[in-house]
Each structure stands twice: as structure tokens, then as C-alpha cells.
């Protein structure tokens, strides 16, 4: 855990921002974790899952969000029991290496991760409306998908657990650019979870657009949730 904070932190200029080693690996942990615990995987894959997230923690601490927005919509999509044991997993295995960081660290660890966050002076501002201006005039190609895909969910009035999870991910994504463009001394790469999460829901979009418009069910793994009355 301390060898991923420091090589994480190694890259010359890291100490002011998020350096280019922690981002990428940030970036493939909470990736990689999301991928594992979406609708249709095995218990073994959302426990593993889990522990990747643990690992984006210890990376940059912005996976937690991510982590509370995964715990929901495992339990959501992929049934109560797999949402309790991916809980169990990722939120007792990221208390226990806490523990076992501040005994290693003399409790330097929770400065790092949390006191030297709390620090930093936080502008209102740009969360509300700066960062989603911003977002919206450099990504909006982005949202055409999504928004042809809402119609068609509203239309069709189902909506499949595999979409709902990807979308609960880019707005979890949104809510963390938002916040941490606004923190004293951010920069521009504040933004990547919502480009990149808001990309993947664009892409799922993409696969699911033929099956809606066509009426079919949809083309992702799981279940489909139905407002439509059955006879």
C-alpha cells in the first residue's frame, strides 16, 4: 500500500497535483473494479472487483466515491446478498489497511489521505455552474447517445440494470470532477472521471440505441426493468 503511494507520488511536479502515474493507475484500478462488479458478473469477479477499488483508494482518494456509488448499484442490480458481501469486501478491507497504514505510518497515512484534503480551501463556484459548462461545451458530442438513448427509455419504459449501472458511474463521475475542479490548486485533469466515465456510458448508449429502437430487449447482460403494465 505504501509502495503504491509513493511510486504514485514519484513523477517530478506530483506534489501540487495528480501526476501522470497516478491518474493512469488510478484510472485502471477503478475501471478494471467497475467492470468486475457490473450486472451479470460472478461473486468471485465483484469480490475482486472490490479489492481493486481498495487499491484506486490507496491510489488517489477520489475512488471513494466510486466505491459508496458501486456498493448501491451492486445491490441493485445484482441482488441484495452481492451487494452486502462487495460492502463487507471493500469497505472492511479499505478500514483494515487504514489501521494497519497508521501503525506502519506513525499516522501519517490519515493525513495524507484525509487532513491534507481537508485543508484545502473549496470553490462554490465551480462546482456550480463553472464545471458543467465546461464539460457540457467540450463533450456534448458525448451526450447525443445518451440523450437518444433517454427517449427511447422513456418510450419504451425499460430500462436495462447493465445501463443504470453505467450511468449511476458517470454521474458518480460528474459529482467528483465537480468537486475536485473546485479545490484549491486543481487542474484541468480534475475533469478526466466525467469525460471518461461520461464516455463509457456513451458507449453503452451506443450498443443499447439498435435494441431499444427496434423494440427488442436489450442487448446488455441482466435483467430489464419494466414500467409497462403486463396484462
Known amino acids: 500500500m505504501t509502495a503504491i503511494l509513493r511510486w504514485a507520488n514519484s513523477a517530478p511536479g506530483a506534489g501540487g497535483r495528480c501526476s501522470s502515474h497516478s491518474l493512469s493507475l488510478w484510472l485502471f484500478l477503478v475501471s478494471a473494479g467497475l467492470y468486475y462488479?457490473?450486472?451479470?458478473?460472478?461473486?468471485?469477479?465483484?469480490?475482486?472487483?472490490?479489492?481493486?477499488?481498495?487499491?484506486?483508494?490507496?491510489?488517489?482518494?477520489?475512488?471513494?466515491?466510486?466505491?459508496?456509488?458501486a456498493a448501491a448499484s451492486v445491490a441493485l442490480t445484482s441482488g441484495i446478498k452481492r451487494g452486502l458481501v462487495f460492502s463487507a469486501v471493500v469497505f472492511g478491507s479499505t478500514t483494515t489497511a487504514i489501521l494497519v497504514?497508521?501503525?506502519?505510518?506513525?499516522?501519517?497515512?490519515?493525513?495524507?489521505?484525509?487532513?491534507?484534503?481537508?485543508?484545502?480551501?473549496?470553490r462554490i463556484e465551480r462546482?456550480?455552474?463553472?464545471?458543467?459548462?465546461?464539460?457540457?461545451?467540450?463533450?456534448?458530442?458525448?451526450?447525443?447517445?445518451?440523450?437518444?438513448?433517454?427517449?427511447f427509455v422513456a418510450f419504451r419504459r425499460r430500462l436495462s440494470q447493465r445501463l443504470f449501472y453505467w450511468a449511476s458511474m458517470a454521474a458518480t463521475g460528474l459529482a467528483t470532477a465537480a468537486v475536485g475542479s473546485a479545490t484549491q490548486g486543481a487542474y484541468d485533469n480534475a475533469y478526466i472521471p466525467a469525460v471518461y466515465f461520461g464516455a463509457l456510458l456513451s458507449a453503452a448508449c451506443t450498443v443499447e440505441?439498435?435494441?431499444?429502437?427496434?423494440?427488442?430487449?436489450?442487448?446488455?447482460?441482466?435483467?430489464?426493468?419494466s414500467t409497462r403494465q403486463r396484462n
Open 37 to 69: 462488479c457490473s450486472p451479470g458478473r460472478s461473486l468471485t469477479r465483484i469480490v475482486l472487483g472490490a479489492l481493486l477499488l481498495v487499491f484506486g483508494f490507496f491510489t488517489k482518494q477520489t475512488a471513494a466515491p466510486f466505491m459508496v456509488a
Open 101 to 122: 497504514g497508521q501503525y506502519l505510518t506513525d499516522g501519517w497515512l490519515w493525513i495524507y489521505i484525509y487532513r491534507l484534503h481537508q485543508s484545502h480551501e473549496t
Open 209 to 225: 440505441l439498435p435494441a431499444l429502437a427496434a423494440g427488442l430487449r436489450a442487448s446488455s447482460d441482466g435483467a430489464v426493468w
Open 127 to 151: 462546482i456550480w455552474p463553472e464545471t458543467p459548462r465546461i464539460l457540457f461545451d467540450y463533450g456534448f458530442m458525448l451526450l447525443v447517445p445518451v440523450a437518444a438513448c433517454l427517449l
